[in-house]
């Protein structure tokens, strides 16, 4: 069986013609056999046909496509490419399904709906913005991404061309293109130009579209709309727009056809002429121009509210009041000159006519008010209405008019009035639009009328085809270049394509002796005629193939399109391309007392296409005259005409699209009656041929247009071979094996790199062969599964027969045996009469036995059972406890890895970054990034003024000569101008020099100073040693007096040496490692030698009492930098010190002891004065600090200075400098005030040091340790503050370092520049006109922008100065101070030893206070921020800083400073608002907004409101805020919460996003890279997308870990549960919608399948919501979501409709048919009726829905749920919180 007998198989539907519908389904009633000369058909309206065919059946009639591949996204996915297959593709689409947007191929096929359709909103925008073409369903704004996507990546220029008939949604579709352009590039500082580009398209309405018999609102003008983009940072932003016109309908201003309008800003205009009483208008019927008509409304439209939209877009387009005002005078001004009433003239003293003049009265009302409101002479207009003036050579005659060409001068006037108007106005457009700053790319929006054809057709039906065959030209070479480069890409081998090539029918046009030329050369004839030249086109153009002259007559001729052959009238040709005014008119309104009048009339008529390309011209169609030679105005001979213009604009027009990459947009109109969803076959398959689709449809169809993955193939087609054929592995060879063994004919198929390609009808053949193969299978399963039932059926019945004979011969024995019972019974009842009775005793007796026994024993078995069943409990509950610990350790060890490998991962991004970041903003990259640019800019220009010299003319050389010299002798003046700017820039440099010297000078000094220190530390570690021998020397010396004054046992002395020895050690080494502490372990040992000394030698054996503070040292186990166990007391055993009386006597051992005592004395008097001599010599001071910081500032200045001198030669850049500027001073400016605070703090440190004389050393026994330990605290303070201080200055040194490199290269890159100028002066004697002009706005433009910049830098020094003068000044007094507090300081030095031990105590009553300075808040709210990091947040009090905080308002309110509580909350709010503001992570947000929640309560619960201090205990009452009422600030503490909440709410959305849709709408089991069957694949598919990253696991699990990290996250920080709750809410409200708008954006997956893993991914999300016992209001936003997968998998018949709609309580009636229209049927699934979908609208509708925006099928994605803030009880106490070393706050809080 061929494969053509295997196709048309009875039952097999096909496409036959139709008269009325074109196309018509039918069925065939037999099977095709080859060679048959027939076929016998069943149409779909039931008609029995035969079809009569060629024997070799080659013309067959085209098939239907498979039920699985209608409805396709896309047409050239049908497997039969044919006109009917795309047609009923399309018609389903649109009728069926309501879908208005279809792809073929490149092409975005959009059917005007006629309705209005939810389908273009915010949230719509941003369900499309990141996906690919074909990811979701086909839309204006997928291709608009697709475009965007592409500048964004290329950074190429794009265009969009959209066309089609008038009313098919041309403007509609290019203006939503440019919303989502406007959306999607714009930025928060950039929102006026989204505006402006939005608020063009009103204006642009207003002006150009009117009402026609096809469209309410038809463009009557070509638009061409440049958005200009720049690329910043690789994100493209709008920039601005320019707007490009062409071919405006003149016409219409002064004559519509029957059933039209003229342009809408007229209507608009007479609807609002109560605001303007001035211009004296009336209804629109009372003027010629708006009455011909007959149509004056259009339905749902106010012209009134259109006005004002117009002129508010007016407004924020930059027209100023007055514009707006003279621009509506010329508007009423035109409608009064179209009611000039022109009459019949009569001879003089005769009632005869005189028909070669006319009449106009000067009484004429309309003609005063023109010219009051053009304010030009109403006698010189009526003159000149009425003469025209003809020219000679040397004088001329004035001639009247006749009516006729009075009327036709008005009405010329009129429109050559608009028409400039018109050019005006898109001038002040794109003057606004387009700020003037350097185009980067632009996207280009093609506004264009389609094909067209009438029953008259003229000259504007002539340019609209013939620019229609010059895109569709450019379409289909475009369209065969992307096919082919597909093929190229896959690596198939492939024939040349041929295509149609309409060159010649453009030939014909354009061409030498073409149309245009002939016409352009009759319009210069004196007495050319529409007539003479259509002789002449058919005498010269009848050899052209695409030209034809009539049959009859000479007044018409025929061209043939590409979409077919039109007829045009040649009447009227040669007046439309003239386009004459009379020339006395036009200078009539030139010399208007009006400027706007007189500014519009003389407009150069310039190409607006082409002037981007022209160096005299600008953007826009803006008026610019040349510099280098006066404007000619041209003659009426010389003056092109309207077709060498449109040819010229066409032409330039071309060449844009083909610089660009194009995308097409083909609207379709289905109806001419504007009826909603009406599908008029015969006018809809016209348009596809005219607008390309099917040669579209065409080209692919030649070639291989059907596409499939391997892995789509193998999922599809593998059962159609046997499994030993197929391998996983290699799904290449198993699609290879199943192709080859069905379709034996290898050129019916390729296989490609990535894909298979199949000629047209291969798949259906496949199609076909599968279902084959399914019937076949599906038919031997129902007969096993039938066999089953029926001998199961025979069992059961055979079962159910033998019982019932059972029981039937059961029933009959018994009754023959109870009747023989009875009769025996009857007989032997008396004999037995007693003994019943003995036996029912005995019963009795034996059934009360058997009941105790029976309960006895239930007993011990449910007793037996309860100890199993515990036992079994027990033995479970420890199984999974045991288990549940070891996941736990598991998990924490899991988890700290994870932290640990992404710490390390973030630093080497945050690394990387960093030095990415900093390579992008150097200015060298950016040069490198423009150079090309710059390059090309400069060889167009060079190409430019070569043309400009060769075309100028020999008579103006000497004008020319005389203004060059003019000019050189400015140029002169500005060189010796530019030099004086030079000379002072040099004595700048000479400047920065010299304090360059300065610093060099400085930092020599400062080097010296180091080394010197250097040299002080060597000789300090040197001293040390000798000092820890002599240290030595004398332990060893101590060691045998005491040795000496031993008796006791050998064991215990032994012991006691042991001990000794651990003690030495133990302050040896602590000797070592801290250089100050050896003078203090000197004198401990020294009074420690004399105290035994005066005990030997008085006697006395009684040991030492212990005071109090030593005792208090000893037992107190305090931790810190002032903690005893860092004394050097020498604990002596008291069994030692016993033993010492037998030696009291020995005179030697006293005067050797007291000479040592005497050389230590001496020693530590000299090592007191080298101390003191060291630490004179290094004393700085506050001042000098400031002033070495003061001279990097200046550095920086200096570095500042060059930078913007830099900037002249890159202006571009010098936005990035001044953000990288700002960043650097700020963190410079705190980095110095920190290294001053720490020098001083240490400075006052060492003066202290050095104020204790040698004398107040020597103290009391019992008070040394308590100095010793204050002492030892004070120098680890400043042992940590040098080291901070260390790091600090080795950082600011690189960081100068840096910046002096940074100095280096922009003096070099300076020096470039000024020779690049100098080159350019040097040049200046060879250089023309232009290049002249050119230099000399630029070099004026930048020497004002040095002048500037030079001048800001000046005053910046002068204030640098100025600062430095009063840090000097502050210096001296601070030093001042410092003296004195010193001098203080010795003087109460003894003093202060008596108050030692009243400083060591606590505090005894703290009151919960925290006293600060105001002057510290900066630093102490500054380090809260930076001291709270999420690892040390988790070991303090949830809420600690806003305890802090509350405890500073405490001091305020009690001290009752007003100004400091204010800055206080002040500050604290701007710090928090900073954060919200700007990036920052997830745990910081959520770290503040526990703290501002704790700190709100805690202002309500120690407030002055009843309802919240009613828990309170005494002491909180006590403690309650006594001045102040902070209810404002409780307020704005109240919104500062709610705006942490949206942005921790948008920062989780934003990474929550990407990993919605894998793990909601795929399953990893079920889906494995799901395509729609035979769709091409434009981008990656979703499902392949949802593989777990990094092998993270399946998407739905990686979404819940996400999901139980942020949970984790919050019982971490302490938020309460009820907060949590609240933001899960909102997250699974995200989740719901983000997946819900994916899924009703794509209708490839809205079939029973879906519905089944959207079921079990939101069942895993609800378990781990109960799991974590979340209340079920948590969940309650997954119901929308929920109930789709429900109605996806619900049964779909008539029946099932109140079921449906029961079920679908959470989603619109819009969501619901969304997803049913969308709904993919499978194989063997019942169709859904249009029966059922109107049934089910019906009743959805009648539903009482909460939501009013039930049109919208889509949910809103940035909707954010109000949040909730409840106030909690806090049980803390104040004064039981303490300050927390490590957040160094010590030195700004003090707890009182």
């Not at 475009?147 to 066309?163: F, G, H, M, P, Q």
């Not at 989740?1631 to 899924?1639: G, P, Q």
């Not at 709609?1701 to 997803?1715: G, M």
């Amino acid at each position: 069986m061929s494969s053509e007998e295997m196709l048309y198989a009875q039952g097999a539907k096909i496409w036959v013609p139709h008269a009325e519908q074109v196309w018509e389904s039918a069925t065939l009633e037999e099977s095709y056999r080859k060679g048959a000369g027939f076929l016998k058909i069943c149409t779909e309206s039931g008609s029995l046909k035969e079809v009569k065919l060629k024997a070799d059946g080659s013309d067959l009639p085209p098939l239907r496509n498979p039920a699985i591949l209608v409805g396709q996204n896309d047409l050239t996915t049908l497997s039969y490419l044919h006109e009917p297959g795309v047609l009923y593709n399309l018609r389903v689409r649109f009728c069926e399904r309501q879908i208005i947007y279809t792809y073929c191929g490149i092409i975005l096929v959009a059917i005007n709906p006629y309705a209005e359709m939810p389908l273009y909103g915010p949230s719509i925008i941003r369900a499309y913005r990141g996906h690919a073409m074909g990811d979701l369903e086909p839309h204006i704004f997928a291709l608009a991404e697709e475009a965007y996507t592409k500048l964004e990546r290329e950074n190429c220029n794009l265009s969009i061309i959209v066309s089609g008939e008038s009313g098919a949604g041309k403007t509609v579709s290019a203006k939503y293109a440019m919303r989502y352009f406007a959306a999607v590039g714009g930025s928060e500082s950039e929102t006026q130009v989204e505006r402006k580009v939005l608020a063009s398209s009103p204006i642009m309405e207003a002006f150009g579209n009117a009402k026609t018999t096809r469209n309410d609102n038809s463009s009557r003008f070509g638009k061409f709309t440049k958005l200009l983009f720049r690329n910043q940072m690789g994100v493209m932003y709008l920039q601005g727009a320019t707007m490009h016109t062409y071919l405006l309908e003149k016409s219409r201003v002064v004559y519509q056809a029957q059933g039209e309008r003229n342009y809408h800003i007229f209507y608009q205009l007479c609807a609002a002429r109560a605001k303007y009483p001035e211009l004296v208008l009336d209804h629109q019927d009372k003027f010629e121009f708006l009455n011909m008509g007959g149509a004056p409304d259009i339905e749902r439209v106010s012209d009134a509210d259109q006005f004002n939209e117009t002129v508010q877009a007016m407004t924020v387009l930059g027209f100023s009041i007055q514009q707006i005002a003279d621009i509506v005078k010329i508007l009423a001004g035109i409608l009064h000159l179209g009611n000039i009433q022109v009459s019949k003239k009569f001879n003089e003293g005769s009632e005869e006519e005189d028909t070669d003049s006319c009449e106009i009265f000067h009484n004429d009302i309309h003609l005063q008010i023109t010219g009051d409101l053009l304010r030009v002479s109403a006698e010189d207009l009526r003159r000149w209405l009425l003469m025209r003036k003809i020219e000679s050579v040397n004088e001329y005659v004035l001639i009247p008019n006749s009516i006729e060409a009075a009327q036709a001068a008005r009405d010329a006037l009129a429109k050559h009035i608009y028409a400039k108007l018109f050019q005006y106005i898109v001038g002040v457009l794109n003057k606004s639009l387009n700020n003037g700053s350097k185009q980067c790319s632009f996207i280009g929006v093609l506004d264009i009328y389609g094909f067209e054809t009438f029953e008259v057709n003229s000259f504007e039906q002539f340019c609209i085809n013939y620019a229609n065959e010059k895109l569709q030209q450019q379409f289909n070479q475009h369209v065969f270049k992307l096919e082919q480069e597909e093929y190229l890409k896959e690596g198939i081998t492939w024939t040349m394509i041929d295509f149609y090539d309409n060159q010649p029918c453009i030939d014909l046009i354009e061409s030498r002796l073409g149309v245009l030329d002939l016409l352009d050369e009759e319009c210069r004839m004196p007495k050319g005629s529409d007539e003479s030249w259509a002789g002449k086109l058919i005498g010269k153009c009848s050899k052209f193939p695409h030209f034809e002259k009539p049959r009859f007559g000479t007044t018409s001729f025929f061209i043939k399109h590409f979409s077919d052959t039109v007829e045009y009238d040649v009447n009227g040709f040669l007046e439309k391309n003239r386009d004459t005014v009379s020339k006395e008119l036009t200078q009539v309104l030139s010399e208007s007392n009006m400027s706007l009048v007189k500014q519009v009339m003389t407009l150069e008529e310039i190409d607006t296409l082409n002037v981007d390309t022209a160096k005299s011209s600008t953007l826009g169609g803006r008026v610019v005259i040349s510099a280098g030679r006066k404007q000619v105005v041209p003659s009426k001979q010389h003056r092109k005409t309207v077709g060498s213009q449109f040819q010229e604009s066409l032409a330039s027009l071309i060449s844009t699209l083909h610089a660009t990459t194009p995308h097409y947009v083909r609207c379709i109109k289905p109806n001419d009656d504007k009826v909603a969803f009406k599908w008029e076959t015969a006018k809809i398959i016209q348009q596809l041929r005219a607008c390309g689709v099917l040669e579209t449809v065409r080209i692919s169809a030649a070639g291989f247009p059907s596409r499939w993955l391997y892995p789509d193939f193998y999922m599809r087609y593998q059962l159609l071979v046997y499994r030993s054929k197929l391998d996983k592995n290699d799904m290449k060879t198993s699609c290879r094996n199943i192709v080859m063994k069905w379709i034996p004919d290898e050129d019916k198929y390729r296989f490609g790199n990535t894909q298979i390609f199949f000629r047209a009808g291969q798949v259906a053949f496949l199609e076909q062969v599968r279902a084959n193969l399914r019937k076949k299978y599906i038919t031997i399963v129902q007969s096993v599964v039938r066999r089953f039932i029926y001998r199961r059926r025979f069992l059961r019945l055979q079962l159910v027969i033998g019982g019932i004979q059972r029981h039937a011969r059961g029933f009959l024995a018994r009754q023959r045996v109870q009747k023989m019972r009875e009769a025996r019974a009857g007989l032997i009842l008396s004999k037995y009469a007693r003994g019943w009775l003995c036996r029912r005793r005995f019963l009795r007796l034996r059934h009360s036995i058997a009941g105790i026994q029976t309960y006895a024993r239930g007993m011990m078995a449910r007793s037996k059972f309860h100890a199993m069943r515990d036992h079994y409990r027990a033995v479970q509950i420890q199984r999974f406890v045991r288990g549940a610990l070891a996941r736990r350790a598991y998990q924490k060890r899991r988890r700290n890895i994870i932290i640990c490998q992404a710490a390390i991962r973030r630093f080497l991004a945050r690394r990387q970054f960093k030095r990415l970041k900093a390579e992008a903003k150097t200015i060298s990259h950016m040069e490198n990034k423009y150079m090309g640019l710059e390059n090309k800019i400069i060889s167009m220009q060079q190409r430019i003024d070569e043309l400009n010299r060769d075309n100028s003319n020999l008579k103006h050389k000497t004008s020319e000569i005389s203004v060059l010299k003019m000019k050189l002798e400015l140029k002169k003046t500005l060189e010796a101008e530019f030099k004086n700017v030079k000379a002072a820039c040099q004595d700048k440099d000479k400047l920065i020099e010299a304090l360059n010297k300065q610093l060099e000078a400085e930092r020599d000094e400062k080097m010296q100073l180091l080394e010197e220190n250097g040299h002080a530390q060597e000789d300090w570690i040197s001293q040390k040693q000798t000092w820890r021998l002599e240290n030595e020397e004398l332990r060893r010396q101590i060691d045998e007096i005491i040795e000496m004054a031993k008796n006791a046992e050998v064991s215990q002395r032994t012991q006691e040496d042991r001990m000794m020895a651990e003690i030495d050690n133990r302050e040896l080494n602590e000797a070592y490692q801290r250089a100050i502490k050896d003078k203090e372990v000197i004198e401990n040992e020294n009074y420690m030698l004399k105290e035994e000394l005066s005990r030997l030698t008085a006697g006395s054996f009684s040991l030492h009492g212990r005071k109090a503070s030593n005792a208090s040292s000893q037992n107190e186990d305090d931790v810190g930098y002032a903690s005893a166990k860092n004394t050097l007391d020498i604990n002596r055993p008291p069994d030692l010190l016993s033993k010492n009386y037998a030696y009291n006597d020995s005179t030697s051992l006293v005067v050797k002891l007291r000479a040592i005592l005497e050389e230590e004395k001496l020693k530590h008097k000299n090592l007191q004065e080298q101390y003191i001599k060291l630490a004179s010599r290094h004393k700085p001071t506050e001042d000098s600090f400031r002033v070495s910081e003061l001279e990097v500032e200046n550095e920086k200045l200096r570095s500042e200075y060059d930078q913007l001198r830099t900037s002249i030669k890159h202006g571009v850049e010098i936005n990035e400098l001044n953000a990288q500027h700002a960043a650097l001073q700020e963190e410079v400016r705190r980095r110095r005030e920190e290294c001053i605070q720490l020098k001083a703090v240490l400075l006052q440190q060492s003066q202290s040091m050095r104020s204790l004389e040698p004398e107040s050393l020597q103290l009391r026994g019992n008070d040394v340790n308590e100095l010793m330990e204050a002492f030892q605290s004070q120098k680890l303070i400043n042992r940590q503050l040098e080291s901070e201080l260390k790091a600090i200055t080795e950082e600011h040194n690189s960081r100068l370092v840096e910046m002096t490199q940074e100095i280096e290269r922009l003096n070099n890159e300076k020096d470039e520049l000024q020779k690049v100028i100098f080159e350019s002066i040097d040049e200046f004697e060879e250089a023309n006109v232009d290049t002249l002009k050119q230099n000399d706005r630029y070099l004026r433009r930048e020497l004002q922008k040095a002048v500037a910049q030079f001048l800001l830098v000046q005053e910046e020094l002068k204030l640098a100065h100025a600062k430095l003068k009063a840090y000097r000044q502050d210096g001296g007094q601070l030093e001042h101070k410092l003296e004195e507090e010193m001098s203080r300081n010795k003087a109460n030095g003894t003093s202060s030893d008596v108050g030692a031990n009243v400083t060591k105590q606590k505090s005894q009553n703290p009151q919960g206070l925290m006293k600060f300075h105001s002057s510290d808040l900066d630093k102490i709210l500054q380090r809260l921020l930076s001291a709270l990091t999420p690892r040390t947040v988790v070991g303090l009090l949830p809420g600690f800083p806003a305890y802090l905080i509350f405890m500073c308002i405490r001091y305020t309110d009690l001290t009752n400073a007003d100004d400091d509580v204010k800055e206080l909350l002040s500050k604290f709010v701007i710090q928090i608002k900073k954060m919200h503001r700007t990036p920052h992570p997830i745990e910081n947000r959520v770290i503040w907004l526990v703290n501002s929640i704790t700190l709100l309560n805690l202002l309500k619960q120690y407030g002055d409101v009843t309802e919240y201090v009613k828990f309170n205990t005494e002491k909180q009452n006590q403690q309650q805020l006594k001045n102040f009422n902070l209810f404002e600030y409780r307020r704005v503490i109240l919104d500062l919460i709610v705006n942490l909440y949206q942005a921790l709410i948008m920062q989780i959305q934003g990474l929550l996003d990407p990993k919605i849709v894998p793990a909601i709408l795929n399953n990893d089991e079920i889906q494995r890279g799901r395509h729609a069957h035979g769709m091409r694949s434009r981008a990656p598919s979703i499902g392949a997308s949802s593989s777990p990253e990094h092998g993270g696991g399946p998407a739905w699990k990686q979404l819940i870990g996400q999901l139980e990290h942020f949970y984790k996250q919050f019982q971490h920080f302490g938020l309460d549960n009820c907060y949590a709750e609240q933001i899960f809410h909102q997250l699974l409200y995200f989740v719901c919608a983000v997946a819900l708008n994916c899924l009703m954006l794509r209708g490839d997956i809205c079939m029973w399948e879906t519905g089944m893993i959207i079921r079990y991914n939101i069942g895993c999300i609800e378990d781990w919501v109960r799991s974590k016992k979340m209340s079920n209001d948590v969940l309650a936003p997954l119901a929308p979501l929920n109930q789709v997968s429900q109605l996806l998998q619900s049964r779909k018949s008539e029946q099932d409709v109140q079921t449906i709609c029961d079920l679908c309580t959470s989603l619109s009636t819009a969501q619901v048919l969304k997803v049913m229209k969308s709904y993919k049927l499978d194989d063997y699934e019942s169709e859904i009726t249009n029966v059922f979908l109107d049934k089910l609208t019906e009743t959805l509708n009648a539903r009482q829905m909460q939501k009013s925006n039930s049109d919208e099928f889509t949910i809103d994605q940035k909707f954010i749920h109000p949040f909730k803030v409840v106030f909690r009880y806090s049980d803390i106490k104040l004064e039981d919180i303490d300050l927390p070393s490590h957040l160094n706050l010590d030195e700004f809080l003090t707890k009182i």
